[in-house]
């Protein structure tokens, strides 16, 4: 199915069909029936020239006439003396003197003494299937019979030969220019599906050749002009995102050392939370657009990284515990696997109160799940609550729903590891996600 989708065995086809369609259009117009009767190159001769063969046969004298009979047997018909009329051919019968064909022979003839042999040709038409003169008798004028039969002459049987050899080598040759135009052609196509690809994961990927024909050089230099406006538009979003995280920590700052200054205990206190949740939502904000950065990761035991995050969680007295399982190993940097668990926690313990944290494998993934018993998610909200920003609690205090940023940089620290966030209800009750990653063999 993939080699029968591909637009180079699809161009390939139909110029392969069209070729073949010409073929066989030559071989119908070199088969075709002639006017009276007989494919064209093997029908037998016309009357005029056939009284002309007659004619020739009885002026030869007796030593010469067997010469003569050989040199026209040569020419593209069987022509050989009998003694008599022969037995009528398997399949014919002798054409009656009501017939055109008959009567154009014997007025070409003259009184000698003749009979024609037909056969039905393959050929349907709406009258119904022609007839073919396969073989003409002539007596002549010393009793003997001149047979002159249709048949293909060796010559012509030799060149059909090698015409057909020569049509197999051109055919083949044809085949292997037409593979290597299409290869030429699809090419470039390939190409800038592969550099879509590479660019979706690294942003620094090279510019594609514009080495092709015209319309997909084109095409290239328009994904290369592309390429360069998404990797300016990154770019300047990340300096504008530092900028303004350098600018907004100065503040903050200021802001924490003034609010030391309040006199009230109760609205320093406040003061100091909001500044708190103000620098946690600017974490979480720069570390979700950070979150498509494709640097290689380290090697990490994903096994000894949850045992240390739960049991971290359970010193500050959380309902977190880690199911016994097995080990594995994934190329994700540990800062990054404990934010993506971390927050996976931070929900599951928000909605869900205990929560159990496992790992398990598959063929080629590591997988880390994250379970609770709360009340769960509407199954139409499961892909709405993983967009940034996005909250279920309408409240806008983080103790309640957070800034709604925590799903979204999961996805995205996963996607750029590789892997995926897969969020489905459990059976009682509760959520589970399900942070897939690749495992490092």
Do not use: C, K
Request: no cysteine; proline share 5%; hydrophobic share 45%.
């Amino acid at each position: 199915m993939i080699l029968a989708d591909s637009l180079s065995t699809r161009i390939s086809g139909i110029l392969l069909a069209g070729a073949t369609a010409v073929l066989a259009v030559v071989a119908l117009a070199l088969a075709w029936p002639a006017p009276e009767g007989g494919v064209g190159f093997f029908r037998l001769p016309l009357p005029s020239e056939s009284a002309a063969i007659v004619a020739a046969v009885e002026a030869s004298p007796g030593e010469a006439r067997p010469a003569v009979i050989g040199g026209l047997d040569a020419v593209g018909v069987g022509v050989r003396l009998a003694a008599g009329f022969p037995r009528p051919l398997a399949g014919a019968r002798l054409v009656g003197p009501e017939d055109d064909r008959y009567r154009s022979y014997a007025a070409a003839l003259g009184d000698r003494t003749f009979q024609i042999e037909e056969r039905r040709l393959l050929r349907h038409t709406s009258g119904g299937r022609p007839r073919a003169v396969v073989r003409l008798s002539v007596r002549l004028a010393g009793g003997e019979v001149l047979v002159i039969q249709r048949r293909a002459p060796a010559a012509a049987r030799g060149r059909l030969v090698r015409g057909a050899l020569a049509l197999s080598l051109i055919s083949l040759l044809m085949l292997v220019m037409l593979a290597l135009a299409v290869r030429q052609t699809a090419r470039p196509v390939a190409d800038l599906a592969q550099a879509a690809r590479r660019f979706g994961d690294d942003l620094q990927t090279a510019d594609l050749p514009l080495r092709a024909p015209r319309e997909l050089r084109d095409l290239a230099e328009a994904f290369n002009t592309m390429q360069a406006r998404i990797r300016g538009l990154v770019d300047d979003r990340t300096r504008v995102l530092a900028a303004i995280a350098h600018d907004l920590r100065t503040y903050l700052t200021r802001l924490r050392l003034r609010a030391e200054f309040i006199a009230d205990p109760d609205q320093q206190a406040r003061a100091i939370s909001d500044l708190d949740e103000m620098s946690a939502l600017l974490d979480d904000t720069l570390l979700f657009a950070a979150g498509q950065d494709r640097t290689p990761a380290p090697l990490s035991d994903l096994r000894s990284e949850l045992e240390a995050l739960v049991a971290l969680r359970q010193e500050m007295g959380q309902a977190v515990r880690l199911a016994e399982g097995v080990t594995a190993f994934a190329r994700v940097s540990p800062l990054a696997l404990r934010r993506m668990v971390g927050n996976l926690v931070d929900n599951a313990i928000r909605y869900g109160g205990e929560t159990e944290v496992s790992l398990e494998r598959t063929q080629d993934q590591a997988v880390i799940i994250v379970a609770d018993r709360g009340p769960g998610v509407a199954p139409e909200n499961l892909a709405q609550i993983l967009e940034p920003f996005t909250r279920l609690e309408t409240s806008r205090s983080r103790d309640t729903g957070g800034a709604g940023l925590g799903l979204a940089i999961v996805r995205g620290l996963a996607e750029a590891h590789g892997g995926q966030l897969v969020l489905g209800n459990r059976p009682g009750g509760g959520l589970r996600a399900e942070l897939g990653l690749p495992i490092a063999r």
